[in-house]
């Protein structure tokens, strides 16, 4: 009787403790609530990148990797001393060359009412079961607790996300924030615009670039499946951009390479029928080609091609056409993860030249106007 009684209060206990927290799911508090893609009011019941409209006109490659939330973020303000997160991925949770924390996991920042943003590091637990559990413990408030911080929830880079929750202490507040309404940077890319293979999500460079310039960026970078396609400019001429980032070479090297020049010519004109934003053409870094001259010579000559378009292209009158070269990434080998992908200093290398190339095109087009 008395075991039966002790294991009856360790149980009441159990549930009076879950109780403490009260959970609430992104997806039910507003339309507007994922942070990072652009078709939100068509996108009500998931966490993927690319309208539904996308699944006829794309290749199945694509279409499947968008599904997978890189890029994508959930931001929200609480003054919890703890923040729990709970959810469910629907593929494997890592990859020989990238972590499981990178592939499956979130990264959380928080920013206090001083606009101090802060990596929350410490004293955090994760459990990467049938259920992925995060517990971002001991949240000091360096501007007092009552006010809090805005916080950003970095999605997973590499799984698609089936549900998600995200809990407080319920005598806590936690209110979501509507993603903004600033025109956004654009990039369309490879695996390593998706984020292969930062260790965390954070990491990934497009989120480092989201974080440092104050932009919202959308990520429509496709494992393997970046290839210049004139259905996925279509897509990209819908959103009402402030800049487009176009950063496919990775995957047009070797027998791709005779289609980049075609390619680039027909998309960027489906981009200027509907938005003179600025249009930033990346080349390939090829850092793993150092003990290879038949690698040098694929991924040089995909960088010529696009050269050449490049300058057809400005010849052809225009406008607003920028261009990010090799020596301007400034890679190095270690840079590299196998040699395909970035590490995170690899990432940070990426941010870096972009951030210097970003601020540069909107200082410029902005005195023009």
């Given at each position: 009787m008395k075991r039966t009684l002790s294991i009856f209060i360790c149980m009441w206990c159990l549930l009076s403790l879950a109780a403490q927290t009260k959970w609430m799911n992104p997806l039910e508090q507003g339309e507007n609530m994922i942070?990072?893609?652009?078709?939100?009011?068509e996108l009500k019941d998931g966490y993927h990148r690319l309208t539904p409209r996308a699944e006829s006109k794309v290749r199945g490659a694509v279409w499947r990797l968008s599904k997978q939330s890189a890029g994508l973020s959930v931001c929200f303000h609480t003054n919890a001393p703890s923040v729990k997160v709970r959810y469910k991925v629907t593929g494997g949770l890592n990859m020989f060359h990238m972590p499981t924390t990178g592939v499956s996991g979130v990264d959380l920042y928080a920013t206090d009412a001083n606009g101090v943003l802060r990596w929350c590091a410490s004293k955090f637990n994760l459990s990467f079961k049938d259920t992925i559990n995060y517990e971002f413990k001991d949240l000091t408030y360096f501007t007092g607790e009552d006010r809090g911080y805005d916080f950003e929830l970095f999605l997973p880079l590499y799984n698609e996300v089936a549900w998600m929750e995200i809990g407080v202490p319920e005598?806590?507040?936690?209110?979501?924030?509507?993603?903004?309404?600033d025109k956004p940077i654009v990039v369309y890319g490879t695996s390593i615009a998706q984020g292969a293979c930062a260790s965390r999500t954070g990491m990934a460079w497009t989120n480092i670039v989201h974080r440092e310039s104050g932009y919202p960026v959308i990520n429509l970078g496709f494992s393997g499946n970046g290839q210049l396609e004139e259905e996925m400019f279509g897509f990209l001429a819908e959103i009402d951009a402030k800049l487009f980032v176009i950063d496919c070479l990775p995957n047009m090297a070797t027998e791709r390479t005779e289609l980049i020049y075609d390619r680039l010519l027909k998309g960027v004109s489906i981009l200027r029928e509907k938005s003179q934003a600025p249009i930033l053409l990346v080349e390939h870094n090829y850092a793993n080609g150092t003990s290879s001259q038949q690698n040098v010579d694929w991924y040089a000559n995909s960088n010529k091609e696009q050269q050449r378009a490049y300058k057809h292209m400005l010849k052809q009158g225009i406008k607003n056409l920028f261009y990010l070269n090799h020596d301007e990434l400034g890679f190095t080998q270690e840079s590299m993860v196998e040699g395909l992908h970035p590490n995170d200093l690899g990432m940070r290398q990426y941010a870096d030249a972009y951030l210097r190339k970003i601020r540069k095109i909107l200082h410029k087009t902005k005195t023009k106007k």
């Open positions: 942070h990072g893609r652009w078709w939100n009011s005598d806590h507040e936690l209110r979501f924030i509507p993603a903004s309404a």
